[in-house]
């Protein structure tokens, strides 16, 4: 195999591989987002409305994904009644966000290389 051929081979796999872990964190700080702004909702039903709800009653009478209820009350319970805004959090996490999506492949990987 050529030398060109194959450093243009590993380049581009390695622009692919960046590409997804960077998709990957997009998926998960959009996740945490939506956990953190059903956080308050979900708290305020179990707490006021009905203590012992279950995870598909939460998740029909909310209206919010079964994944998100489960992320919510996979937290501990005095997490749940301390948190009572998380408007501060997730204005963090969408920052990060709007972070993640400006990430720019080529750019980093020729930064990379810069550094070498």
Known sequence: VPLKNWIEYTYNNYINLITQVNQKRI????????????????????????????????SKNLGIPI???????????????????????VKALKKRLSELKKFDPVKHTFEIIQEM
Do not use: C, W
């Open 27 to 58: 998926g998960q700080v959009e996740f945490e987002i939506s956990v953190q702004e059903a956080l308050p909702v979900v708290v305020d039903y179990v707490l006021n409305k009905n203590p012992k709800a279950e995870n598909p009653e939460l």
């Open 67 to 89: 994944g998100i209820i489960e992320a919510v009350m996979s937290k501990p319970i005095s997490h749940l009644r301390k948190t009572k805004d998380t408007t501060e959090r």
